[in-house]
């Protein structure tokens, strides 16, 4: 009886003891996350040529996807649900599917962190690595491996990281896709020598080194099988102006995007920034030649990417400005982008009460020089053929393509407190015969303008009009676009929206794509429905295309986090 | 003390970690090889869908023609035009799709995942995942290329008066389980023709207005052929025979056409052996 008694209390003990300790966790431990659900209904659409055969009992797609993080103190963990079932179109049909593709845990002390699953890192600017998500591309290369951090001396930041990158749902098994493998060291001079703390130069220093295997079981080609890419960087900040700079050299890669060429790849970086108060300048050149860097040789499209080349292109958010979005060309291009912000000050002439903003801005993009090399075996020369060096090029000539230009204007102006403006006109070229995989159709000259006005009724109340045209003799011709937004703030707001494509040379095609959105914002909580059409295309992403089709109905979107 | 040693370690890490992560290869680039085989020798059919409005498709084209000249016989090229890339257009009205094809192309998914694509042998990398891309022809053919041959396949054929008689013998060295069905087709060789192209290795960009269509499927006997037999498993040495008789379009030119007949399974859709012959022997 007493050893039951002392049993029973000893328990009891335990139990509140555990509990204590148990609620006390609960109490340290954070929890947030994130949802989205995106769900469409597609119709029959005689208008844009779209019939029931044509969508054949697919009338309903879904994208979803859940995202939760744990963290008690210095852990953290946490996982990803995403369902495509099946994907919304203009999505990979190979993205169809439902899992948990990301899944993760990490320990961070003062010095180091190690982290396990899938995790993002970018190493500079990202020539030798990126990995990053972009759910509305329905884009994921994630590393699933292992990763160390070390900071031995505040300043001086040495990354590592192991893995294999992710694939829509394909699993990994032995040979289907390389194993990636890299080094990260970056210095800040101003942290790590005491002298530099308080100096008006700011300089940082930084090299990274990726390698990929992948086995070869080409019978054709003798194929490498540890690929290597390097890099080193630099920003450098004196005063008001600012210089970064990275170039990265990546050694043989035989790839499909490549045509299975030989040759080293290498990529440029360059970018200058001067500011002061109501004034920026803004000027980057970057060069890529045969940058495509990839963890499967073999995979053409959007995918498997390990490295990023940043775009040294602006880009546009209205919808006729947006229409022809340039391209990274990883195989090779040379360019450029100027910018100038400047803010006209308050009360003077021109600026008014509240002052005028004027942003220029300039881009361009070339092919870079391809010189023709030996064919081994054969007395003769060419260009991108496979299983030779590909070619030569010399570092700094523009080639004579351009694939894109682009000169815009923005002025935007506040008139009164209750209504501000602004006015966007731009110049485009567009070689959509490299861009959209068109081959053989001339480059898309443009002309477009945009004039968009916000009234404030109240504080709470607003209506925001956008009217827009893009005018070309190429193409599809002349479009013209419209779009009324009002909202009530700060939950509600409903919005109509028309591009009409009034131009097209046959008429047929002169159509009219309409949407119409109303949506509902608490807190964190957003729902937005919307009803319309959208334009077709064609994909077109490392030499494979891919139609996308019109499509039209209602479209349901669902987020919020906590 | 500690700190120094981990200092030193790192570099030594780094050091030869760059020194094994690159492979430099030096020219010659190309391997080598061909084989021949036994008298049951395990073939392996590519499919390359396509389409004479994809620019990208003529690269691929080559691909199969490398491997064509590489493995000999031992690798029957089909190709199939089928997909939003195959339909005539007012400068290209020529129509090389096929009923089959469409159906194919839809089962398997190919065109949806874009072109170029193929299949090799229709096997599955994944459940449900058929598609090869160019790149991956020559790799994936040579693991199939290498396996076990499961099933000998003849084909006898008799040409008489626009009309194609041709006996397929199909006998199994293996008791296998399942449905086995056989496809007949009928490919033709040196169509011209125009088609879209991007390669200035392989031609005139942006359109080849003389391209020469090979392996261009024609005919089958439905989308997913006859049933061999109601033995299951099937029984080994025995010799299943299927006839077949088709009446020749005019555009099909009987010197340049293949009979291609290929057993498989009807549930996994996976081919276990494969056959070409001239229409004219």
């Given at each position: ?17 555990a ?134 001396v505040?300043?001086?930041l ?40 308080d ?5 940082t ?21 540890n ?30 995007i ?34 495509s860097y ?23 958010s ?76 010399p ?27 602004s ?53 599809k011709?002349?479009?013209a ?9 700060p ?72 | ?7 030193v ?115 599955q ?46 006998e ?32 005139d ?15 089958t ?25 088709v ?18 399974d ?9 056959e ?6």
């Amino acid at each position: 009886m007493k050893r039951v008694l002392l049993l029973a209390t000893a328990i009891l003990f335990i139990g509140i003891a555990a509990r204590a300790q148990f609620s006390e966790t609960i109490k340290r431990s954070e929890v947030h996350g994130s949802f989205e659900f995106d769900g469409a209904y597609y119709m029959a659409d005689e208008g844009v040529g779209i019939t029931d055969s044509m969508i054949n009992g697919q009338n309903f797609a879904f994208n979803g996807f859940g995202k939760i993080t744990y963290t008690l103190g210095k852990f953290s963990a946490g996982l990803r649900y995403e369902a495509y079932l099946p994907p919304l179109a203009g999505f990979d049909p190979r993205i169809e599917g439902q899992g948990f593709p990301n899944l993760w845990a990490m320990y961070t002390t003062e010095k180091f962190s190690f982290t396990v699953g899938n995790f993002y890192e970018q190493f500079g600017n990202g020539l030798t690595l990126r990995t990053y998500e972009e759910w509305m591309l329905g884009y994921d290369n994630s590393l699933n491996g292992a990763r160390v951090t070390f900071e031995p001396v505040k300043g001086l930041l040495l990354k590592g990281v192991y893995g294999m990158q992710r694939f829509y749902w394909t699993p990994y098994t032995k040979n289907s896709r390389g194993i990636v493998k890299g080094f990260d060291a970056e210095m800040d001079f101003n942290q790590v020598i005491k002298g530099m703390s308080d100096s008006k130069v700011r300089l940082t220093l930084g090299g990274s080194f990726v390698s990929k295997y992948q086995a070869d079981l080409d019978p054709l080609y003798n194929l490498p099988r540890n690929v290597g890419n390097m890099a080193g960087r630099m920003t450098l900040g004196i005063g008001k102006f600012n210089l970064s700079t990275e170039y990265a050299y990546k050694i043989n890669d035989p790839s499909a995007i490549n045509n299975f060429i030989y040759k080293a790849g290498e990529g440029f970086l360059l970018s200058a920034t001067y500011s002061t108060k109501g004034f920026g300048l803004y000027a980057m050149f970057k060069r890529y030649d045969n940058m495509s860097y990839k963890s499967n040789r073999a995979v053409t499209a959007n995918g498997l990417d390990i490295n990023f080349l940043p775009p040294n292109t602006e880009t546009h958010s209205y919808m006729l400005t947006s229409m022809y979005p340039y391209n990274t060309q990883p195989n090779g291009e040379i360019g450029f982008q100027l910018q100038m912000n400047y803010k006209v000050p308050k009360k003077s002439k021109l600026g008014g009460k509240y002052g005028m903003g004027i942003a220029i801005n300039y881009s361009q993009v070339n092919d870079i020089v391809r010189d023709p090399v030996n064919v081994p075996g054969t007395d003769t020369t060419a260009v991108g053929l496979p299983g030779t060096d590909g070619w030569t090029s010399p570092f700094f000539k523009f080639g004579s393509r351009i694939f894109w230009q682009d000169f815009n204007i923005e002025i935007d102006k506040k008139f009164s407190k209750k209504f501000k403006g602004s006015l966007t006109y731009m110049y485009q070229s567009y070689d959509i015969a490299t861009l959209e995989g068109h081959t053989g159709m001339p480059i898309v000259y443009s002309n477009i303008g945009v004039v968009e006005m916000t009234y404030k009724f109240t504080s709470k109340q607003a209506l925001r009009w956008e009217v827009q045209g893009l005018w070309t003799d190429r193409d599809k011709g002349d479009w013209a676009a419209l779009l009324l937004e009002y909202t009530v703030s700060p939950h509600w707001f409903v919005s109509v929206s028309d591009q009409y494509n009034y131009g097209n040379p046959d008429e047929v095609n002169r159509i009219n794509y309409y949407t119409g959105s109303f949506g509902y914002t608490r807190r964190t909580t957003r729902i937005a429905i919307t009803y319309g059409r959208q334009r077709e295309g064609i994909v077109c992403v490392g030499g494979v295309c891919r139609a996308v089709p019109a499509s039209s109905g209602f479209y349901v979107t669902i987020s919020s986090s906590f | 003390m500690s700190m120094k040693i981990l200092r030193v370690i790192s570099i030594l890490a780094a050091v030869s970690f760059l020194f094994y992560a690159c492979e430099k290869i030096e020219p010659p680039y190309k391997e080598d090889g061909g084989g021949s085989g036994g008298e049951a020798e395990q073939k392996v059919l590519l499919e390359d869908y396509t389409g004479h409005d994809c620019v990208n498709c003529p690269t691929a084209a080559i691909v199969a023609e490398q491997l064509k000249e590489f493995y000999g016989d031992k690798l029957v090229v089909m190709a199939v035009h089928a997909g939003f890339f195959a339909r005539p257009k007012s400068d290209m009205p020529q129509d090389f799709r096929t009923e089959a094809g469409e159906v194919w192309d839809g089962f398997f998914g190919v065109s949806a995942a874009g072109n170029p694509n193929g299949l090799v042998n229709r096997m599955q990398r994944a459940p449900g995942d058929y598609i090869v891309s160019p790149a991956e022809w020559g790799s994936t053919i040579d693991i199939e290329m290498k396996k076990e041959a499961k099933a000998k396949m003849t084909v006898h054929s008799d040409f008489e008066q626009n009309t194609l008689s041709s006996t397929i013998t199909t006998e199994f060295l293996y008791p296998l389980v399942g449905t086995y069905h056989v496809l007949f087709c009928i490919t033709q060789d040196s169509i011209i023709g125009p088609q879209m192209n991007n390669d200035n290795n392989v031609g005139d960009t942006p359109k080849i207005e003389e391209y020469v269509f090979m392996h261009v499927l024609r005919y089958t006997n439905g989308a997913w052929g006859e049933r061999l037999t109601d033995d299951d498993p099937v029984v080994t040495g025995k010799k299943y025979v299927l006839e077949v008789t088709v009446n020749f379009e005019d555009e099909w030119v009987p010197e340049n056409c293949h009979v291609v007949a290929f057993v498989f399974d009807q549930e996994s859709k996976t081919i276990v052996q494969v056959e070409e012959a001239d229409v004219i022997e």
